[in-house]
C-alpha cells in the first residue's frame, strides 16, 4: 500500500500545504479535527502583535492595527467558508458561550414556544446549555433520536439544535431538509458547525439557517482555545436579543451611556473586550483554509479516509465501523468501536500515531487535509495492525486514565 500511497501523494494538488503546517517529525497526526495543526506562519504573526502592537503601540493599536474590528474581520472572512454573507458571522467567545446567546435569542423570537430539540448524545456543551437555560426557567429541553426529530418537531418547539458533523461517529444532518421541516413547524434551527466549519462545504444561506455557532481550535487552526464564531441570518439580525448585553455589544460603546443599545449589526453578539491574540492566530489559519479552498479539503478528506479503510481491510483489520460507510455522509472522521479503545488508542500515541478516545468505547480518527498525506494513511493503517497483533495495548501504561482523553 505504501506504493499506491506514493503514488497518490505525487497526484495529490494539496501536497504543498503541508509545508504550511508545523508538524512534528515522526507524528502521524489524526487529531486535527480537535485540535488542528500551527499554521507555521502563526508565530510570527502574535510575535508581531505581541511586540509591535502590544508592546510598542500600546492602547493606539485598538485603532492603528485594527483591533476593535478584529471579531468582524475574521467573522467576514470565515463566512464564506460556511456559505453565509461577510456581516453576518463574528468570531468572539466560545461555541458554549455563542450557544447560550443564541438559545436565548431564538427563545425570545418564539413566545409562547419554550422547548429547544437536540438529539441524545449531541456534543455534551450543546446539550447542557439547553440544561442551564431550563433551569433558569427559560426553556425547556426535549431530546429525540436522529430518525425521530421531525415527528417531534411540533407546535411547541422554539429551536432546533443540532450539530451538523457528529464529533463520535462523524455521522450528517441533512441541512437542508431538517432546516426545512423546522421552519415549517414555525421552528427556528441553530446549526453547530464545530466539526464541519474549515472541512466540509457548508451552505447555510442555501439552507436558509437561522443561527448557526463553529470552533476555530478545530478545523480552522486557530490554536487551544481559540475564539469561536457565531453566525446569524441577515434577515434576523435586527430581531436577534441575546442576553450578554456586554459594553461591547452596545451600538457605540465608547458613548458610555447608561443605557444598552445593541449594535445594529453582527457587532450585537459581541460582550466584553476581545481577546486579540486568539484572534490573530485564528485570522492566520482562517486565511489558510480560505487559501487552500473547503471543497478541495473536502475532495482529499474523502479520499484520505477511503485510502485508509482499504489499508486496513488489506491488513486484515476488522475493526467495528461507527462512522457511515458512504464518505459523503460522515464529516471528516472515521470512527471505530472497540471494547479497549482507551489502551489502543494509548498505544498508537506512543507509536506517534495520534487519533483520539471518546468515552466508552470509540476510537476516532480525524483527517486535516491540508496536512496529511496518503503515506501517513498506510503507516496508520500498519500501526494499527500491530498494535492489535501485538496486544501491546494490554500493558498498564496504556490503560491508566489521562484528566484529558
Ligand atoms: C468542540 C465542540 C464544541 C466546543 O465548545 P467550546 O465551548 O468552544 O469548548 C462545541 N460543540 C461541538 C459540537 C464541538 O465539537
Known sequence: MLERARVLDAGDPLAQFRE???VPEGVIYLDGNSLGCLPNATPARLEQVVREE??????????????????AKVGAKIAPLIGAQPHEVI???SVSVNLFKLISAALKMRPGRKIVLSEPGNFPTDIYMIEGLENQGLAERRLAERGKLVEALDGDVALLLLTHAHYKTGELFDMEALTKAAHEAGALVLWDLS??????????GACEADFA????????NGGPGAPAYAFVAGRHLAATEQPLSGWMGHAAPFAFSDDYEAAPGIERLLCGTPGILG???????????????????YAKSKALSEFLRQCLAEGGVALDFVSPADPGARGSQLSFRHEEAYAICQALIARGVIGDFRDPDILRFGFAPAYLRFADMAEA????????ESGEWQKAEFRERAAVT
Do not use: Q, T
Not at 500600546?58 to 471579531?71: F, H, K, Q, T, V
Not at 466539526?195 to 447555510?204: E, N, T
Not at 484572534?279 to 479539503?297: K, M, N, Q, S, T
Open 195 to 204: 466539526h464541519s466549519g474549515g472541512a466540509l462545504p457548508v451552505d447555510l
Open 54 to 71: 502590544w508592546g510598542r503601540d500600546l492602547i493606539r493599536s485598538w485603532n492603528s492595527a485594527g483591533w476593535i474590528d478584529l471579531p
Open 20 to 22: 504550511r503546517f508545523e
Open 91 to 93: 468570531a468572539c467567545d
Open 213 to 220: 455557532v463553529g470552533c476555530g481550535y478545530k478545523y480552522l
Open 381 to 388: 493503517a500498519r500501526h494499527v495492525a500491530e498494535v492489535l
Open 279 to 297: 484572534l490573530a492566530a485564528l485570522e492566520v489559519g482562517v486565511d489558510l483554509i480560505a487559501e487552500i479552498g473547503v471543497e478541495r479539503l
